[in-house]
């Protein structure tokens, strides 16, 4: 069982920047696609981006590509997303997830963290 803990989210403005990260525990991190969602209110849940076991591939939504960038260090089991350029619609609360083998899809990924905030005020 693969616990994922989200940390990070928050209040900013317009054209300002966060780094999310998610720390996981419980399996073995290297095994595991690692996988950035998001759902503003309302909406339904949205992927964001995408990283691969060892970090050498990934892949964004058109929404965000090029405003961030996911990473992941696999010695702290940890996967983060920098966010930067931020508009007030990224405002949604941010998910990590993890599957061996989930691409874009929310509904192939098996674990979930709980979230974490992120509002961009205008």
């Known amino acids: 069982q693969v616990r994922l803990v989200e940390s990070g989210g928050g209040l900013v403005q317009a054209g300002g920047s966060l780094r999310l990260s998610c720390a996981a525990s419980?399996?073995?991190?290297?095994?595991?696609?690692m996988g950035w969602f998001r759902q503003a209110q309302g909406k339904e849940r949205e992927f964001v981006a995408l990283?691969?076991?060892?970090?050498?591939?990934?892949y964004y939504a058109d929404s965000v590509k090029g405003r961030c960038t996911i990473s992941r260090d696999n010695a702290k089991n940890t996967v983060y997303l920098q966010m930067n350029s931020l508009k007030p619609e990224d405002t949604a609360l941010y998910y990590c997830?993890?599957?061996?083998?989930?691409?874009?899809?929310?509904?192939?990924?098996?674990?979930w963290g709980q979230g974490t905030q992120v509002t961009v005020s205008s």
């Open positions: 997830a993890a599957d061996r083998m989930a691409t874009y899809s929310y509904s192939d990924y098996d674990y």
């Open positions: 419980g399996g073995t991190f290297t095994m595991y696609r």
């Open positions: 990283i691969d076991r060892s970090g050498g591939t990934t």
